[in-house]
Each structure stands twice: as C-alpha cells, then as structure tokens.
C-alpha cells in the first residue's frame, strides 16, 4: 500500500532524486520480472521435455528479440513524447503523442510479423541450427511471428504508462497474464489428457505439441495484456489517455515519432543483430554449449532487470525533467542511478560467481550443460556492475531524446567489441570459454565508454517536443482527453 500511495503523489521534477527513482524502478523490476518469467517458464519445461527443445529456444530467442526490436523504437518514441510533455504541463500533447504511438506501433509490428513468417527457418539455418533443432525453432517462431501484433501491444502500453510516470498498472496486469501463462505452459508442451475415448468427442484435452506449445502459451498470455491495456488506456482513468479522435493516423505526426523511434529501433536491432551474429559462433560448437548459451542468457535476463528497470525510470525522470528545463536535475538522477545499480549488480556477481553451478541447475538435469553453464556464468559474474553503469547512461541519452547516442553505445558494445572478441578469442585460444570472456570485456568497455560520452552533456539539447506540431483539432477533442470516465 505504501508504494501505491507512493507513486500516487509522485512529482519527477521537484524533491530527492531517490525516492521517486525507487517509487517508479521497482514497480518496473517487478513487471520485468514477471515478463522475464514468461521466458523463463518456457525454458524450465523444455529443458524438462529435451535438449533439444532447449537448444532450439536458444535459437528463438534473439530471433524474437530482433522482430521485437524493429518495431520497439516507436514504443520508445512515444515514451518519450509523453514524458516531456507531461513534464512541461502539456497534457493534450501527451494524450495526443501516446494515441499517434499507438496506432503506428501496432501496424508497424503486425507488418514486421506478417514480412518475416516464410523467412523463419532460412534464418535460423543460417544462424546455425543443426537439422534436430532446426524444426522445433521454425515452429516457435512461426507462432511468435503471427502473435507478434498482441504481444508488441502490451508493450507500448508500458511504454506509454511509463511516460505518464505510472508503472504501477503494468505491474498489476502482467502479474495477471504471466500466471496465465505458466499455468497453461506445460499443458500445451506436454500434453494432457482429461477424458480418453469419451463418447461422441474421442479425446479431450491438450495435445502435445512440444516447443510450439510454449510459443501459443505466449501469444495467449500477451493478447490478453494487450486486450485489457488498451481498454485501460481508452478509460484513461490510470497514467495517460488515448482518444479515437486522435487516432487517425497523422503522417505528418509520425515523422516526429520516427526521429526518436528509428534511432531506437536501431539500438535495438543492432542489439538483435549482435545477438543473432554470436548466435553463429554459439553454434559452431555443440548442442551441449548452445543450450548452456541460452540458459546463461536467460539468467543474465533476471539478474539484469534492476538495472534495466532503473535505465526506465531514469528515461522517464530525464524525459519529464527535460521538459520541466531542469537539466541539471536530470543529470543528477542519471549518477545516482550509476552508482546505485554498480554498488548491487556487483553484489549479485559475487554471489553468481561462488555457486554458479546450482542456478544453471534449475534449468536443466543434464550434467554437462550444467558444468557449461557454470563457467559461463563465472566468466560474466565479476563484471555485472557494469552492466549497471552502462543503463543508466543509456537511459538518459533516451529519455533526453538523444537516442542515437545510445543506439551508438549498444552498437560499438556489442558489435564492434563483443563479437570480434568472441570470435578470435573462441576460435583461436579459449574454445568456447572465448565466448563466455567477450561478455566480461564488453560490459566494462561498454560502461566506460557511456561514462565519458555523458560527461560531455551533449544531451542537454535533447528536448525533442517542437515549438508547435499536430495535437487536438479542437476545443472539445482536447475536454474530452482530460474527462475521467
């Protein structure tokens, strides 16, 4: 209760930089968290079906990411839109901005979903998938691909709530859809049989349809997130409000959008990209280290989400302050948050480091995908502080609006650092110990180098609203956006 009346007096742009950073990153921690469960959960019950159902979500993985990125800038644009215009008073703006978001994401996901169906199982033999693993990939990301409109639209909701300053509603309802989810995960991969041979219907139950039950679970769970997130953005009684007269898709609107949401697009997609390029080097080497891959993967993925969460509220808190002109309020929350998520990622390393080998074992019964596991994670462990440093930064390029410097930053980490080391490193002296060392060595690269590039406070220019732009045709457009039904 205290944090739902916490957050409910929240004021980004005046008062302590802590509490307010607390009040809106642990809600955040918590949505992640329960997001995160949904991989996690897929991971548990195919390690538990086979190998290579582990394997082949090993190979899924960054394929979803990469469709999820493309369209993810928008979702970021719009977060961004709405936090400086909340930040400056400017509440049919932001009402505006979030229904423009809204209208444009959608369609952008349900064309990237629809473009990249028949160029599934191309890719993922091209990333390496052996002929066992090939198959079950396919399926999963068939599914995910057709799914993706009703799961990308969960996560503009998000986006746009975080704007707004509530991340306290997206909590709430993925803590709703991710029991769905987990519930029905293993009835879909297993199979099950209520009544066999009944009269007149034969069978009835879940068929077992292995990895692309898992797949159907997911889609499922996120459509339903999506469904009751955009009622609750109509409703506008939480966080922001979308209006249908705003919806109709403003071309000339989008161009904004697109000035932020590209750069984003391109920081997450250069992610995607490096992910699925070492993907390529994970998959020269055995099935055993591909599925230790991705269970270390999948760890990092719930180890890391502090930091993640506080690089969003830091967005939100640059965003809003921003546009309240507070810059060097907005500089302060990027330092704290720094030195706060260094102080407990490196905390969490020592204890990852010391007993490795029982977290890999939560995922898998095969023994040596756990001894892989283990030392991958010893690899990575001593530099999880980093990982800190590098978010916050990130997220204040983002929330300031200078996208493309952080888009640059994910870029020159991944792919100009982690994968050539993983590479040389692999083939030439470490085996696949040399893929485990690039993680290590690009996180400290990659915090130094967001340091020095936000000391130079380029960002302070980020303000990304315009002097005048598209918003509420009229009086009563703008009445109706502020009646809380």
């Given at each position: 209760?205290?944090?739902?009346?916490?957050?409910?007096?929240?004021?980004?742009?005046?008062g302590g930089i802590v509490k307010p950073l607390f009040y809106l990153s642990l809600p955040i921690?918590?949505?992640?968290?329960?997001?995160?469960?949904?991989?996690?959960?897929?991971?548990?019950?195919?390690?538990?079906?086979?190998?290579?159902?582990?394997?082949?979500?090993?190979?899924?993985?960054?394929?979803?990411?990469?469709?999820?990125?493309?369209?993810?800038?928008?979702?970021?644009?719009?977060?961004?839109?709405?936090?400086?215009?909340?930040?400056?008073?400017?509440?049919?703006?932001?009402?505006?901005?979030?229904?423009?978001?809204?209208?444009?994401?959608?369609?952008?996901?349900?064309?990237?979903?629809?473009?990249?169906?028949?160029?599934?199982?191309?890719?993922?033999?091209?990333?390496?998938?052996?002929?066992?693993v090939l198959p079950g990939a396919t399926a999963y990301m068939q599914v995910i691909s057709l799914?993706?409109?009703?799961?990308?639209?969960?996560?503009?909701?998000?986006?746009?709530?975080?704007?707004?300053?509530?991340?306290?509603?997206?909590?709430?309802?993925?803590?709703?859809?991710?029991?769905?989810?987990?519930?029905?995960?293993?009835?879909?991969?297993?199979?099950?049989?209520?009544?066999?041979?009944?009269?007149?219907?034969?069978?009835?139950?879940?068929?077992?349809?292995?990895?692309?039950?898992?797949?159907?679970?997911?889609?499922?769970?996120?459509?339903?997130?999506?469904?009751?997130?955009?009622?609750?953005?109509?409703?506008?009684?939480?966080?922001?409000q979308i209006n249908f007269p705003d919806m109709r898709p403003d071309f000339e609107y989008l161009?904004?959008?697109?000035?932020?949401?590209?750069?984003?697009?391109?920081?997450?997609?250069?992610?995607?990209?490096?992910?699925?390029?070492?993907?390529?080097?994970?998959?020269?080497?055995?099935?055993?280290?591909?599925?230790?891959?991705?269970?270390?993967?999948?760890?990092?993925?719930?180890?890391?989400?502090?930091?993640?969460?506080?690089?969003?509220?830091?967005?939100?808190?640059?965003?809003?302050?921003?546009?309240?002109?507070?810059?060097?309020?907005?500089?302060?929350?990027?330092?704290?948050?720094?030195?706060?998520?260094?102080?407990?990622?490196?905390?969490?390393?020592?204890?990852?480091?010391?007993?490795?080998?029982?977290?890999?074992?939560?995922?898998?019964?095969?023994?040596?995908?756990?001894?892989?596991?283990?030392?991958?994670?010893?690899?990575?462990?001593?530099?999880?502080?980093?990982?800190?440093?590098?978010?916050?930064?990130?997220?204040?390029?983002?929330?300031?609006?200078?996208?493309?410097?952080?888009?640059?930053?994910?870029?020159?980490?991944?792919?100009?650092?982690?994968?050539?080391?993983?590479?040389?490193?692999?083939?030439?002296?470490?085996?696949?110990?040399?893929?485990?060392?690039?993680?290590?060595?690009?996180?400290?690269?990659?915090?130094?180098?967001?340091?020095?590039?936000?000391?130079?406070?380029?960002?302070?220019?980020?303000?990304?609203?315009?002097?005048?732009?598209?918003?509420?045709?009229?009086?009563?457009?703008?009445?109706?956006?502020?009646?809380?039904?």
């Amino acid at each position: 209760m205290n944090l739902l009346k916490g957050q409910a007096d929240l004021d980004l742009t005046e008062g302590g930089i802590v509490k307010p950073l607390f009040y809106l990153s642990l809600p955040i921690v918590l949505t992640n968290l329960m997001q995160t469960a949904y991989n996690l959960a897929d991971t548990f019950w195919l390690g538990q079906y086979s190998t290579e159902s582990l394997a082949a979500i090993s190979f899924a993985f960054p394929v979803v990411f990469l469709l999820i990125s493309l369209g993810l800038g928008l979702s970021v644009a719009g977060s961004v839109l709405v936090a400086q215009h909340t930040g400056a008073g400017e509440t049919e703006q932001a009402e505006y901005a979030a229904s423009q978001t809204v209208v444009f994401a959608v369609a952008a996901s349900a064309i990237f979903g629809t473009a990249a169906f028949p160029f599934v199982e191309p890719l993922l033999g091209f990333l390496g998938a052996s002929p066992d693993v090939l198959p079950g990939a396919t399926a999963y990301m068939q599914v995910i691909s057709l799914g993706l409109p009703f799961m990308f639209g969960f996560f503009v909701f998000n986006a746009l709530m975080r704007g707004s300053g509530d991340t306290l509603t997206p909590m709430f309802l993925m803590a709703g859809t991710v029991v769905v989810n987990i519930v029905v995960d293993p009835f879909l991969i297993n199979g099950w049989t209520l009544v066999e041979g009944a009269p007149l219907v034969g069978t009835v139950g879940f068929p077992e349809l292995g990895i692309e039950g898992a797949a159907i679970a997911t889609v499922f769970s996120r459509s339903l997130a999506m469904v009751v997130g955009v009622a609750i953005l109509f409703r506008g009684n939480r966080g922001i409000q979308i209006n249908f007269p705003d919806m109709r898709p403003d071309f000339e609107y989008l161009r904004k959008i697109l000035q932020i949401g590209v750069p984003a697009s391109v920081e997450g997609t250069g992610r995607a990209l490096s992910m699925n390029a070492l993907l390529i080097v994970v998959g020269m080497y055995s099935t055993t280290v591909v599925a230790a891959y991705g269970i270390g993967t999948r760890v990092f993925s719930v180890i890391f989400l502090p930091a993640i969460a506080v690089a969003r509220g830091v967005e939100t808190m640059t965003g809003q302050n921003i546009g309240a002109d507070k810059p060097d309020r907005a500089a302060q929350a990027n330092y704290v948050a720094a030195k706060v998520l260094f102080v407990i990622l490196a905390v969490v390393g020592v204890f990852v480091f010391l007993v490795p080998s029982p977290i890999v074992a939560i995922f898998t019964n095969d023994p040596e995908v756990v001894e892989v596991g283990a030392t991958f994670l010893r690899y990575v462990a001593p530099t999880f502080g980093f990982i800190g440093i590098m978010r916050a930064f990130t997220g204040g390029f983002r929330g300031a609006g200078n996208v493309m410097v952080a888009a640059a930053i994910s870029v020159i980490t991944l792919a100009g650092i982690r994968l050539p080391v993983a590479f040389v490193a692999s083939e030439f002296f470490l085996g696949a110990s040399g893929i485990w060392l690039a993680f290590g060595v690009s996180n400290v690269l990659g915090a130094t180098i967001a340091w020095l590039w936000f000391r130079r406070e380029t960002w302070r220019e980020g303000d990304v609203r315009g002097t005048s732009g598209p918003g509420p045709t009229d009086a009563s457009d703008g009445d109706a956006a502020l009646t809380d039904d």
